[in-house]
């Protein structure tokens, strides 16, 4: 038994549902949707004796008429006007051949297709599937893969197949803090927490530069270190300061050394110039 090839789904082509296509041009419009039979005594006129479709856009060359597409390529060429508003005036359903419930004149069957829910398009999103016109809007906000969704840590709005990648890297998902205080965090205000509130971080003693040995401390006992050692803080001051006295008292000393040494510089260099 022979395995049925798989159906192959196609977008459907206005053009090729209208008219039968020979030699890769569309001629005569397809009979099969015609509301009726065409009577034997209008065949003659009605249908193309080269495409045997409906004339379409009828046209008479070297003595015959046919479709337009259908005559012969070399000779003069001109409209039945008659032939052409007859045909467009004649009763079809709609020309898919589905479910669809649509019926009026071969000339509006070109509007019609542009608004029947059965035509099947390609999602203009650029996805690649093929989707009835009733189920398009569905399928852009709800199933597409390249329907924009917001990412719901930061907002900012992505193809539904990035969306996966994106979370990976989104720096503003909440993360539980690193050292383990137990916050929710933005994984990008991460550094600003310990630095600035987690209880949990590592911080050094203000009085580290001034000579504290303490290392560091968690920053919730912080506090208490401080308080339980005011008086050897204070003494980490005074010191600090002392060396600042001895310092400033250096330094006052040699810019007054080199005032003096500079006027006596002058002083020479004023003799040299009066001798
Ligand atoms: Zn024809
Ligand atoms: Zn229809
Ligand atoms: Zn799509
Ligand atoms: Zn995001
Ligand atoms: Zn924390
Ligand atoms: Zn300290």
Redesign the pocket.
């Known amino acids: 038994m022979a395995a049925k090839p798989p159906e192959v789904k196609t977008a459907d082509d206005k053009n090729d549902t209208l008219f039968i296509k020979i030699d890769g041009t569309h001629r005569g419009y397809k009979k099969e949707f015609l509301s009726q039979n065409i009577p034997p005594m209008m065949e003659s006129i009605l249908v193309c004796p080269i495409c045997k479709g409906i004339m379409n856009n009828a046209t008479v060359c070297l003595g015959s008429i046919t479709c337009e597409t259908c005559a012969t390529p070399k000779g003069d060429k001109s409209k039945v006007t008659q032939v052409v508003s007859t045909v467009l005036g004649l009763d079809v359903k709609c020309p898919l051949l589905r479910q669809c419930e649509w019926s009026g004149k071969l000339s509006a069957t070109q509007e019609h297709l542009d608004k029947c829910l059965l035509f099947k398009l390609k999602c203009p999103q650029g996805c690649g599937v093929i989707i009835e016109r009733s189920k398009e809007a569905n399928h852009k906000t709800t199933e597409c893969v390249k329907r924009k969704i917001n990412?719901?840590?930061?907002?900012?709005p992505?193809n539904s197949e990035q969306l996966d990648e994106?979370?990976k890297n989104?720096?503003?998902?909440p993360i539980k803090c690193p050292d383990g205080c137990g916050k929710e965090v933005a994984k990008k205000d991460a550094a600003t927490h310990k630095n600035n509130d987690c209880p949990l971080a590592d911080v050094k003693c203000p009085y580290d530069k001034y000579g504290c040995k303490l290392g560091t401390i968690k920053r919730k006992e912080l506090m208490a270190h401080k308080t339980g050692n005011v008086m050897e803080h204070q003494d980490y001051i005074l010191g600090s300061l002392a060396k600042l006295e001895t310092e400033n008292a250096n330094l006052k000393k040699e810019l007054t050394d080199t005032k003096t040494q500079l006027a006596l510089r002058i002083t020479n260099l004023e003799k040299g110039v009066k001798k």
């Open positions: 990412c719901k840590h930061c907002k900012k992505f994106h979370l989104c720096d503003s998902q």
